[in-house]
T-cell receptor, first 110, second 112 residues
Framework: ELKVEQNPLFLSMQEGKNYTIYCNYS?????LYWYRQDPGKSLESLFV?????AVKQEGRLMASLDTKARLSTLHITAAVHDLSATYFC??????????FGKGTRLHILP | KAGVTQTPRYLIKTRGQQVTLSCSPI?????VSWYQQTPGQGLQFLFE???????NKGNFPGRFSGRQFSNSRSEMNVSTLELGDSALYLC???????????FGSGTRLTVV
C-alpha cells in the first residue's frame, strides 16, 4: 500500500527564515495535494500538483512535484508568524482515495 | 458558493451507542470521502462514494458504514461505539481529482 512520509514532523523557526518541508511517497502517483490545518480547524487546500515538474506558488509558499523521485516539497520563504500551522501532503492512489502524511507542525517564532 | 457542510459539529456519546454523521458536499460535487483524524493515527481514509456507490473503503471494522443519497449528500454511521472512536471526522467532496478535495469543518466525536 502507498506510504507517505513527511519530514520534518516538527519545525520551529524564526521569522524571516526560509525552510523546506519534504514529502516522499512509496508508489507511483502523479497527483499530490498540500493542505494546511490550524488547531481545532479543518483542512484548507493549498496546492494541487498534477504532473511531474509541477510548481505552484502562493504568497510565501511554493510547492513542487517530482514524480520520478516520488518527492514533493513545500518551500517557505521569509516565514511570518501567520504561517504557523500543521501542513499535510496527500497523495492520490489512483483508486478514489488519497493517503495523507503525518503532517509537519510548523511553529514560527516572532 | 457554499462549502462542504458537516453536521453536527460536536457530539458526545456513550460507549455502545451508535452515531450518524452527515455531510452535504459542494453543489455539483459527486464524490464524497470520509476521513478519521486522531492525534495518534493521523488522517485515515474511511470510504469514498460516487453516485451512491461506495468505490473504496479503508481498513476500518464493519462498525463503520456509510451511504450516499441521490443528491450526493452522505452519511456515515458508527455502531457500538468504543472509546477509541473519539476523533475528528472529516468529509471531503470533489468534482474530480484534477481539482482536488474540499474538506468540511468536521464533526468532533467524543465517546465516554
Amino acid at each position: 500500500e502507498l506510504k507517505v512520509e513527511q519530514n520534518p514532523l516538527f519545525l520551529s523557526m524564526q521569522e524571516g527564515k526560509n525552510y523546506t518541508i519534504y514529502c516522499n511517497y512509496s508508489t507511483t502517483s502523479d497527483r499530490l495535494y498540500w493542505y494546511r490545518q490550524d488547531p481545532g480547524k479543518s483542512l484548507e487546500s493549498l496546492f494541487v500538483l498534477l504532473s511531474n515538474g509541477a510548481v505552484k506558488q502562493e504568497g510565501r509558499l511554493m510547492a513542487s512535484l517530482d514524480t520520478k523521485a516520488r518527492l514533493s516539497t513545500l518551500h517557505i520563504t521569509a516565514a511570518v508568524h501567520d504561517l504557523s500551522a500543521t501542513y499535510f501532503c496527500a497523495v492520490d492512489t489512483g483508486d478514489d482515495k488519497i493517503i495523507f502524511g503525518k503532517g509537519t507542525r510548523l511553529h514560527i517564532l516572532p | 458558493k457554499a462549502g462542504v457542510t458537516q453536521t453536527p459539529r460536536y457530539l458526545i456519546k456513550t460507549r455502545g451507542q451508535q452515531v450518524t454523521l452527515s455531510c452535504s458536499p459542494i453543489s455539483g460535487h459527486r464524490s464524497v470521502s470520509w476521513y478519521q483524524q486522531t492525534p495518534g493515527q493521523g488522517l485515515q481514509f474511511l470510504f469514498e462514494y460516487f453516485s451512491e456507490t461506495q468505490r473504496n473503503k479503508g481498513n476500518f471494522p464493519g462498525r463503520f458504514s456509510g451511504r450516499q443519497f441521490s443528491n450526493s449528500r452522505s452519511e456515515m454511521n458508527v455502531s457500538t461505539l468504543e472509546l477509541g472512536d473519539s476523533a475528528l471526522y472529516l468529509c471531503a467532496s470533489s468534482r474530480g481529482t484534477t481539482y482536488g478535495y474540499t474538506f468540511g469543518s468536521g464533526t468532533r466525536l467524543t465517546v465516554v
